[in-house]
């Protein structure tokens, strides 16, 4: 018989909205995410006590705690032998933070072989919901495959005691996808890559919800429709099994910026919403560059090399460097294998447009 549909691996869980950390209880005890109900909860070494404090009610009272202290190869491989070594056998791992917290423990729990119940704090990026981890290593950073989540949970009002700029920032995350699709769609064209719809779909409709949606952070609609967004997005990297969908030149110049100008790095995501408008831009979509561009305005984020602290030769560094960063992705950056002097220009017209 042929087989006419595919499995996806997606989460046992997802619930988003707010109050919902208060169902946590429920989640952990559905036998498929903890067979035993053994817990092994990671926490950030220092909001984390805080978290503890006000989460403790909503997990059994068995539980441990282990904290993290950064996103790295090294503290990922400590938390999996930490939580190895405690005499009370654990099942399932639930990550409760931001982005560090959550790519170490994906890790982790992938090197235990246990299943992970990522617990968002903030909406930084589109890491709660995808099969990747990124980690500091020797080399800078690295994108690691590791299993999706099997619970997802996504409190709107935890998000809400997030510093503004780490909610922000996914906003430019998920309107990056734009640029990663366009990207895609041109590997499609000029190499014959092949394209996945499915995952398409899912990451276009969640940029989509937010370029034309009229709230901003601070409205709840806003923040709902913001994770669900990133929830889609990284589920989109797990439909295609590989990043593509949410993942363009965009990217490869926020991890050029990462790499180049560490102690200038702003969030993620603002680097890549940059990297998204300037590629668009690169791409002569002008009316779409300039829509995304007043979004990011809208939500005081950056859209310009100078909003995110670098001149324009260090952004002409960052996006020479840029394919280096993803050998074997192919986007705009690639197509164009613009010379340097190009690449300035392009800087220089780009900034033109989009001072303030
Ligand atoms: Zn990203």
Known sequence: MAV???LIQAPAAV???????AELPGILADQRI??????AVAISEGSGTQLREQLAGDLPADVGWFTVSRASLDAAVDLADRVRADKAPYDTLVAIGGGKVID???YAAARLG???VAVATNLAHDGVCSPVATLENDA????YGVPNPIGVVIDLDLIRQAPPRFVRSGIGEALSNLCALADWELSHRETGEPIDGLAAAMARTAAEAILHHPGTIDDAGFLGVLANGLVLSGQAMAVAGTSRPSSGACHEISHAIDQLFPKQAAQHGE????????????????ALAAEMAAVLTRHELPVTPGDLGLDIDQFADAVTYAPHTRPGRFTILEHLDLSRSRIDDAVKGYVATYAR
Request: glycine share 20%.
């Open 4 to 6: 006419l549909s595919r």
């Open 15 to 21: 619930r988003i909205g707010p109050g919902v950390a």
């Open 34 to 39: 903890s067979a035993s109900g053994r817990l």
């Open 104 to 106: 170490a423990a994906k």
């Open 114 to 116: 246990m299943p992970l």
């Open 140 to 143: 800078g950073t690295g994108s």
């Open 271 to 286: 680097q890549c919403g940059v990297g998204a408008v300037f590629a668009t831009h690169l791409r002569g979509e002008h």
